[in-house]
């Protein structure tokens, strides 16, 4: 194995590594994810470059970083996304349950993966189902369809876009998909290439890319400008327990129902966030047993 590239990218002060990584991965099973008892998160994913292997750990209130693999080159331009550099979640004004999420998760950050097509792969699989079912499927998905990453830890790369448009519909019911969403992951793979993000592109110009994708869904775009962009506003795909979380969270006692979509309106153009907040919550409880 060769020598890592060491990297100490600049972080946001206070920064919460966990919390803002989190919400990229599939679950605590995802093979292209490892968070580590030390506090060290790593990932594998595909770039342009070739393979890669990202390792970041607290550091001296910083975050230090390792890449390893062909696509070690590009570990500099996916860091400051991955970290949040980008975001400002001071731009949510929230009162109530809301704003006690905020001052609960202080360090938390939007981040971007910058993996366009992994992300609407991953939004297609998550529609409909319940989040375990979810990370079932994309972890079949990987298993099946993707490669070893290079450097330590056994992670998996995503799915190789090739393999998944070149499949047939059976392959992917095997893995939880039925048609409609095994149909609209082979379109996306087909389309992979095209939903690179190029040099100092403007995001509009992938996700207008990703939108013209004949039979895609706008709640797998959403969830890949959420994922893949950071965007604060874009709604992730959500399973029917988060979004009864989201009902808790937000429902005013004197105010008529209303479902989590409706609630979500009051906090445009913040609204990813609010669903980024009440997820980690969950994550929070789910830990605590």
């Known amino acids: 194995m060769s020598l890592p590239r060491t990297l100490s990218p600049d972080a946001p002060p206070g920064l919460d590594l966990a919390r803002t990584l989190s919400p990229l991965r599939m679950g605590v099973s995802d093979p292209c994810w490892h968070a580590a008892p030390d506090g060290s998160w790593s990932w594998a994913t595909r770039t342009p470059a070739g393979a890669l ?13 390792e890449a390893w693999g062909p696509g070690a080159d590009w570990a500099p331009a996916l860091l400051p996304g991955l970290l949040g550099v980008h975001d400002r979640p001071e731009r949510l004004v929230a009162d109530g349950p809301v704003a006690e999420l905020v001052a609960r998760y202080p360090g938390f950050r939007l981040a971007r993966s910058a993996r366009v097509a992994d992300a609407a792969l991953a939004g297609v ?58 149909d609209e992951v082979r379109r996306i793979a087909s389309h992979a290439p095209r939903l690179e993000l190029e040099g100092g592109e403007p995001p509009a110009g992938v996700v207008d890319r990703l939108r013209g994708i004949a039979g895609l869904g706008a709640d797998a775009v959403d969830h890949a400008r ?44 913040q609204r990813g966030r609010v669903v980024r907040l009440v997820g980690l919550s969950l994550e929070a409880a789910a830990e605590a047993g």
């Open 125 to 182: 699989c998550r529609r409909g189902v319940s989040a375990f079912e979810a990370g079932r499927a994309w972890s079949l998905m990987v298993e099946a369809m993707g490669d070893d990453a290079p450097g330590p830890g056994g992670l998996r790369l995503p799915p190789a876009p090739r393999r998944v448009a070149a499949s047939e519909p059976y392959d992917l019911h095997v893995l939880g998909l039925e048609a409609q969403r095994a």
């Open 53 to 65: 292997t990202l390792r970041l750990r607290p550091a001296d209130g910083g975050v230090a970083a």
């Open 226 to 269: 959420s994922v893949a962009l950071g965007a604060p506003d874009a709604l992730p795909v959500v399973d029917g327990h988060h979004r009864a979380a989201l009902v808790e969270v937000l429902a005013r006692p004197d105010a008529p129902a209303a479902d989590a979509e409706a609630l979500l309106e009051a906090h445009r153009p």
